[in-house]
C-alpha cells in the first residue's frame, strides 16, 4: 500500500497559479503511473494528469493540456502538479493517487490508493 498526502491547494484569481504537491510512503517502489484526479460537486471525479514514475513521461487531459504540468521528484518520492492560467472551471477539489500496473493512466477505478483530497478554488 502507498500512503498519499496533497498539499498546497487554496485559492487563486482567474489567471493565476497554483502548485499542489503529493508525498507518498510505503511501497513506493510498486507505483507505476502517478495521477491528479479532480472532483467538482454535483461532477464525477474527471482525470487531470498523470506521470509514469519510471521515466518521468507526463499524459494530460485536454481541458489542461498546456496549462498544467505533471512532474516528480524521485529522490523526495513527490510528485507535483503546476497549474497556471487558471479557470474558475478549474473549482474542484484535486486528489492524488498511484497504481502499481500499467494501463489506462486515466481510470480512477485503475488506482489502488488515493489521499485525502485538496480544495483548489478559482474566482473569476
Known amino acids: 500500500q502507498v500512503q498519499l498526502a496533497e498539499s498546497g491547494g487554496g485559492s487563486a484569481q482567474a489567471g493565476g497559479s497554483l502548485r499542489l504537491s503529493c508525498a507518498a510512503s510505503g511501497r513506493t517502489f510498486s507505483v507505476y503511473h502517478m495521477g491528479w484526479f479532480r472532483q467538482a460537486p454535483g461532477k464525477d471525479r474527471e482525470f487531470v494528469a498523470a506521470?509514469?514514475?519510471?521515466?518521468?513521461?507526463?499524459y494530460y487531459a485536454d481541458s489542461v493540456e498546456g496549462r498544467f504540468t505533471i512532474s516528480r521528484d524521485s529522490a523526495k518520492n513527490t510528485v507535483y502538479l503546476q497549474m497556471n492560467s487558471l479557470k474558475p472551471a478549474d473549482t474542484a477539489v484535486y486528489y492524488c493517487?498511484?497504481?502499481?500496473?500499467?494501463?489506462?493512466?486515466?481510470?480512477?477505478?485503475?488506482?489502488?490508493?488515493w489521499g485525502q483530497g485538496t480544495q483548489v478554488t478559482v474566482s473569476p
Open positions: 506521470i509514469r514514475w519510471s521515466w518521468g513521461s507526463g
Open positions: 493517487a498511484s497504481k502499481s500496473v500499467s494501463g489506462n493512466y486515466a481510470v480512477a477505478n485503475d488506482y489502488d490508493d
